[in-house]
């Protein structure tokens, strides 16, 4: 008997300690997805970025905006300080290079939740045209029954596809797949990234909604100055003329461009893929990974995503 109430003690507090999502735990535990800010996957580092605050506590105005940190807080690699972004606040990244599609997550964002459960929660979008926005599909599998407190905890298993799953140091990563074709959005060439704070009250007016429209509950309310979600920094994966794989570097060589009817490729790694990518976002494969017969497209702006075992590369051509 007594074994058999320490192994349900066991149970209970691993169930604490992991919730019971369905979902990638905690950063460390088997199985986690998260992106340790020293991990060489990342290439660049966002450095611009606007923010348009929220209030401290949505319902009640006189306490004022969110204040801590300011928008050079997200710049750089990820270092812990941040900007506190308030109920429902938003910061909208503009980025040097457009990062692609590429094989697996292209970016991570990271949060400075101080525990692995003391978490706050962002919704993310991109956009190819820094107009049409699009979100990742996201996933709260956390309770409605009771709000989640000032300091409440929340389980990285119970949460898919919203930012800040991950506690401080470590990136919550996004792969672009996941976010449903359109023609509005090129997935090769994401110009925007933006977060959105999760309000995370689940009763009255002020609920956030995943995708599949349950409230999301978050810690709330957050009374000061940091509420809300904190910004640290997002690390980019798959940028354009940038090799995400820096042991086996890849040495590309594609010409004629302009090109009119034949496109050669030289490498020297093994080519998996070849594909054209027009500005609408429909893709056009290509068998023949060497010297490419382009005769049969329209004339125009192509992006060319070419994709070895590990890593790929993406060059703009103009076909005449
Ligand atoms: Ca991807
Ligand atoms: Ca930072």
Not at 24 to 50: L, Y
């Amino acid at each position: 008997m007594k074994n058999t109430i320490q192994i349900l003690c066991f149970s209970f507090l691993t169930q604490i300690a992991l919730g019971q999502g369905s979902f990638a735990p905690s950063a460390g535990q088997t199985g986690s997805t998260a992106m340790h800010k020293d991990s060489s996957s990342f290439v660049a580092w966002i450095d611009r970025c606007t923010v348009r605050r929220g209030l401290q506590q949505i319902n009640d105005t006189s306490l004022g905006f969110a204040n801590v940190g300011d928008s050079s807080d997200a710049f750089g690699k990820a270092d812990g300080t941040t900007v506190s972004l308030g109920d429902g606040g938003e910061a909208i990244m503009e980025l040097s290079q457009p990062v692609f599609n590429g094989p697996g997550y292209d970016f991570a964002v990271f949060e400075n939740g101080f525990t692995a459960t003391f978490l706050e929660l962002a919704f993310v979008e991109v956009s190819s045209n820094g107009i049409d926005f699009f979100r990742f599909p996201s996933t709260s599998q956390t309770q409605v029954v009771s709000q989640v407190g000032t300091f409440g905890n929340l389980f990285a298993t119970e949460i898919h596809n919203l930012a800040g799953k991950y506690h401080v140091n470590y990136g919550t990563p996004f792969d672009l797949d996941e976010i449903p074709d359109t023609g509005l959005l090129n997935k090769f060439a994401i110009t925007h990234i933006k977060i959105i704070d999760v309000i995370g009250k689940i009763n009255e007016s002020f609920s956030t909604f995943d995708s599949s429209g349950k409230a999301i509950n978050d810690p709330w309310p957050t009374p000061f100055g940091s509420s809300g979600f904190d910004l640290d920094a997002i690390g980019l994966i798959h940028v354009n003329g940038i090799n995400s794989v820096k042991q086996e570097k890849l040495v590309l060589s594609i010409f004629p461009n302009p090109a009119h009817d034949f496109l050669t490729i030289e490498s020297n790694l093994p080519i998996s893929q070849v594909q054209f990518i027009d500005l609408t976002g429909r893709v056009f494969d290509y068998q023949n990974h060497r010297k490419i017969d382009i005769s049969g497209l329209n004339s125009g702006v192509y992006f060319v995503r070419i994709t070895t075992n590990s890593q790929s590369y993406v060059t703009k051509l103009v076909k005449k």
